[in-house]
């Protein structure tokens, strides 16, 4: 069986998993699209329409859903994973999510027989490394209310004019310019690292980030999100299932 993976062509990624030899397809692409067509499985860590509904016909029934979440479901998602009319199975990473999900008497239309219960590879590696720093993690989620339309066929959003006057962006900058933290870094020699969820990253500027919070992002940083994890003493964040790492 012949396995492509797709990306955008311009992601910083490209070259590294082309050189690691994986079979890549540029998303939007006229090939993606043929081999998308006459696939039978779709395995993603993204459960959007752009990804489960790419022709907008649903695919006439003819594909597998294969959801490799890339966190852990802590609250009720039923009617998100219920509305997936293809989705063939689903991996869980801890034993209280998976009885959520799988048992009877709940409101997903899911059982054991399309819920596994795998866990996550890279909380493994969380465990085998103990090197702290001080460091300090800022990680928040984002809304789904302040988050611009989502463009056809693709994870980008237009830009929310009136984001930064929303409660979430206002009261996460006076975090970041807090004199606590400030101190923290002058008087106690910790990093702050602020990495903000993709949805916010377009908002970045607005947040004017004082000049002791260094920003993190895929391409502006030199290492892994599993790196940032393993380093940090403390991590703040709001209700983002981040938190489980």
Not at 145 to 156: E, H, V
Not at 236 to 245: G, L, P
Request: proline residues 2%; negative net charge; hydrophobic residues 30%.
């Amino acid at each position: 069986d012949n396995c492509y993976f797709a990306l955008t062509r311009d992601s910083s990624d490209w070259d590294r998993l082309e050189r690691e030899g994986f079979k890549l397809l540029d998303y939007g692409s006229d090939d993606f699209e043929s081999k998308l067509k006459h696939c039978s499985k779709i395995i993603s860590s993204h459960l959007d329409e752009y990804v489960t509904n790419y022709f907008g016909d649903e695919y006439e029934n003819s594909k597998q859903f294969v959801f490799l979440q890339h966190g852990i479901t802590k609250d009720n998602m039923s009617s998100w994973f219920n509305s997936k009319k293809n989705l063939h199975c689903l991996i869980t990473a801890t034993q209280n999510e998976y009885d959520s999900i799988a048992n009877n008497f709940n409101t997903y239309k899911l059982s054991e027989k399309e819920v596994k219960f795998t866990g996550f590879p890279r909380h493994d590696e969380l465990l085998k490394n103990k090197d702290k720093q001080k460091n300090i993690l800022i990680m928040p989620t984002w809304r789904s209310k302040l988050a611009g339309r989502t463009l056809q066929n693709s994870s980008i959003r237009e830009i929310n004019s009136n984001f930064m006057h929303s409660d979430y962006a206002v009261e996460w900058k006076n975090i970041l310019h807090s004199c606590t933290l400030k101190a923290l870094s002058q008087n106690y020699g910790y990093k702050i690292i602020f990495a903000p969820h993709i949805n916010v990253s377009p908002y970045i500027k607005d947040f004017d980030i004082p000049s002791y919070v260094e920003i993190w992002t895929k391409d502006n940083y030199n290492g892994s999100i599993q790196d940032l994890f393993i380093s940090s003493q403390i991590l703040i964040t709001d209700y983002s299932s981040v938190a489980f790492e």
